[in-house]
Every structure is written in structure tokens, then in C-alpha cells.
């Protein structure tokens, strides 16, 4: 089963929780992550989760409003962040902690 939940979409950030249930387990995946790590954690509370429940993050972009606190997040939380090269490359090349996944056209 999917599941989609916006939440929040608009200049002052962007966050969509994707989950994907099989077999019992779920996987959370955050798309964007544009919040304050404060706006963001109130806004999963909502949801009924933690940010320690996500085992993702995938960046669309790299405007503030979709990246937020994504790098914040995954160095607190250890959760793995994917995005392209060209979004990383545009936030400072900053050190995820080998958190850090570079998505390729045509890869899976």
C-alpha cells in the first residue's frame, strides 16, 4: 500500500511523506524537507511520526523552501539523503556523513 501526505507546499517550504507498506513493514521516505527542524518535527507529529521514523530523504532541488534542514536532520537523525549532483553541488557540497546518495538518470 501508498500513501501520500503533504505536509506543507508553498514558498515558506515544501515537505511530502511518502510511505510504502509490504509485508508488514513500512518504508517512510520525506520528499523535500523545506522546514525549520522545529516546523518540520511538528509538522510529522501530525502524521503520528518522529523524524527517527524516516529512512529517507530525497531533494528535489536545492531551493531553501524544498532543502530546509535537510542536512541538519540526517546529521542528527542518521538519516540518508539522496539528491542530484548538480542540487548538491549547488548547496555547498556539504559532508553528509557518508549519508549522502547521489541520484543518476536511469538508475535504480
Do not use: K
Amino acid at each position: 500500500m501508498l500513501r501520500f501526505r503533504s505536509l506543507g507546499s508553498g514558498s515558506s517550504g515544501n515537505a511530502t511523506l511518502d510511505e510504502a507498506t509490504s509485508g508488514g513493514h513500512t518504508t517512510r521516505v520525506l520528499i523535500d524537507c523545506g522546514f525549520t527542524q522545529r516546523h518540520l518535527e511538528a509538522r510529522l507529529a501530525t502524521a503520528g511520526l518522529a523524524p527517527a521514523m524516516l529512512d529517507a530523504i530525497f531533494i528535489t532541488h536545492e531551493h531553501g523552501d524544498h532543502i530546509g534542514c535537510a542536512h541538519a536532520l540526517s546529521r542528527r537523525q542518521g538519516i540518508p539523503v539522496w539528491m542530484s549532483e548538480g542540487t548538491w553541488l549547488a548547496t555547498g557540497a556539504r559532508d553528509y556523513g557518508g549519508r549522502l546518495h547521489i541520484a543518476r538518470d536511469g538508475e535504480t
